[in-house]
């Protein structure tokens, strides 16, 4: 027999393989091995990574959500005065900025912000210790760049930008250290973890907000970002890498009684139809009259390296077939340069006027507040 002590898996089944002389049919098998060895090494990794959540408190004995009960969600609980509100939307609004607010400390690369009531601010973010690197265009085990490393962080924030606690949700050494977009129903977060790089791996989560607690609740075979949390049929819709795909899961409680043991299959899995903007964070809508009680979610996103440029928008998708039933441009850019639509985004209806929220920029972030003006110039 020979030993393969020293040899890389891959030169071990091109030897096996070309020693059974079966080149061509080994190729297309040597690429369903080895994405097969990545698949059940991540899981091994996750697996292997449970340990205790390490929270870093910076305001002590103030409570991560202030109320005594969970508020509502304030994009679901408004979502048919949003709709109303967005539908008067177009490229000649009058974007006013209501309130500028700079978040005290490192926030790494914000990916994903929820509102809990007036004074919270919950914002998922992932710190980069080392960079991915790029295959040059080769694929190698399903995917174009090696693994990087890093850790996914949930950081807390009151209303003036002062951070309370920061939970940092993964383990040195995880391979899915990358926090996407996240929802808030009301009760829980919802988050994915996945791997910083295209077709591999990720767990999703929710987290409970008074306690940052999170409970990794199913595993899937591709990577995914933003998560939407449909509080009526209890599916989840996540996006995949550049929200190119959308998939669909139907929860149920037993998911939630022990940890996910293998990868689970989607119900469905829809191409995203529009390359306008590759959505960054999303919200559950609802099901609002004016779509005939269709399953909808809000979207933020930007579309990059478009005649050298970047473009930005927010839109209203169908969560089932992921067709934007409304979209806008929006141009506005942070003070360092950042298209506003960069990272995390939250929206609300204030004082009768669509109010939207931003938070662009990497590291040294600052919040940012748009009111759509209802007396914009009407666009012909």
């Not at 049919?25 to 080895?34: N, Q, S």
């Not at 779509?291 to 473009?311: K, L, P």
């Amino acid at each position: 027999m020979t030993s393969v002590s020293g040899t890389s898996v891959r030169d071990f089944f091109h030897f096996l393989f070309s020693s059974l002389r079966c080149e061509r049919r080994a190729i297309v098998t040597l690429d369903k091995t080895m994405r097969a060895f990545t698949l059940s090494a991540a899981l091994v990794l996750a697996a292997s990574s449970a340990h205790a959540l390490n929270i870093t408190i910076t305001q002590k004995g103030v409570p991560f959500v202030s109320s005594p009960t969970n508020p509502p969600p304030f994009v679901a609980s408004q979502c048919d005065k949003i709709v109303e509100k967005f539908n008067t939307l177009g490229r000649s609004t009058v974007w006013n900025l209501v309130q500028k607010t700079p978040f005290q400390g490192e926030l790494w690369e914000p990916e994903g912000m929820a509102r809990i009531g007036e004074d919270r601010y919950f914002v998922s973010a992932g710190e980069y210790t080392s960079k991915t690197v790029s295959y040059n265009g080769t694929i190698i085990n399903g995917t174009d760049r090696t693994a990087g490393s890093g850790f996914a962080h949930l950081v807390v924030f009151d209303n003036k930008g002062g951070r309370i606690a920061d939970a940092t949700l993964t383990a040195p050494g995880d391979l899915e250290y990358h926090n996407g977009g996240i929802d808030y129903d009301g009760e829980y977060i919802w988050a994915t973890l996945a791997q910083y790089r295209p077709n591999t791996t990720a767990h999703f989560v929710r987290i409970n907000p008074r306690t940052l607690e999170p409970t990794t609740f199913l595993r899937a075979a591709d990577h995914h970002g933003g998560v939407v949390h449909d509080t009526k049929t209890d599916r989840l819709y996540t996006l995949n890498w550049g929200a190119r795909n959308a998939s669909t899961w139907q929860l149920n409680s037993k998911m939630f009684t022990q940890p996910p043991t293998g990868f689970t299959k989607p119900l469905n899995v829809v191409r995203n139809p529009s390359y306008y903007a590759d959505y960054q964070d999303c919200k559950f809508l609802g099901h609002p009259k004016a779509y005939n009680g269709r399953g909808m979610m809000i979207c933020s996103g930007v579309t990059t390296n478009i005649f050298n440029s970047t473009i930005g928008g927010i839109a209203l998708v169908d969560e089932e077939t992921m067709v934007p039933v409304a979209e806008v441009p929006i141009t506005m850019k942070s003070d360092l340069g950042t298209l506003v639509t960069m990272n995390p985004f939250d929206v609300d209806v204030v004082n009768d006027r669509l109010r939207v929220y931003f938070l662009p920029d990497q590291h040294n972030s600052t919040l940012y507040v748009y009111e759509a003006l209802p007396n914009s110039p009407y666009e012909y």
